[in-house]
Nanobody, 123 residues
Framework: QVHLVESGGGLVQTGGSLRLSCAAS????????MGWFRQAPGKEREFVGY????????YYADSVKGRFTISRDNAKNTVYLQMNSLKPEDTAVYYC????????????????WGQGTQVTVSS
């Protein structure tokens, strides 16, 4: 079973940058597609981005396209989320998870969720 731990969150001003990390242990990380999601207070968990097992294919939510970049280092069992040009509406708890289904944008097609890391963007 895969265990995921997110890190790298924090408080940043509008326009700033953060890089989140998601470290995996157990399971077969290098052959697993991964996703990033976020959840703001009072809102549903929403898709942020996806990366396939090799890193050759990525998908992003329209709200973050051009600002966020997902990458992975299979030798380190880690997936990253580089977030640039941050906005107050990016404030949320960010989660990584393993893609286990067929619908990249669908939260229920992911499993083995991490505990999340808080990102707060001040205006």
């Amino acid at each position: 079973q895969v265990h995921l731990v997110e890190s790298g969150g924090g408080l940043v001003q509008t326009g700033g940058s953060l890089r989140l990390s998601c470290a995996a242990s157990g399971g077969t990380f290098s052959s697993s597609a991964m996703g990033w999601f976020r959840q703001a207070p009072g809102k549903e968990r929403e898709f942020v981005g996806y990366i396939n097992w090799s890193g050759s294919r990525t998908y992003y939510a329209d709200s973050v396209k051009g600002r966020f970049t997902i990458s992975r280092d299979n030798a380190k069992n880690t997936v990253y989320l580089q977030m640039n040009s941050l906005k107050p509406e990016d404030t949320a708890v960010y989660y990584c998870a393993v893609f286990v289904g067929s619908r990249v944008y669908y939260v229920y097609d992911y499993d083995y969720w991490g505990q999340g890391t808080q990102v707060t963007v001040s205006s």
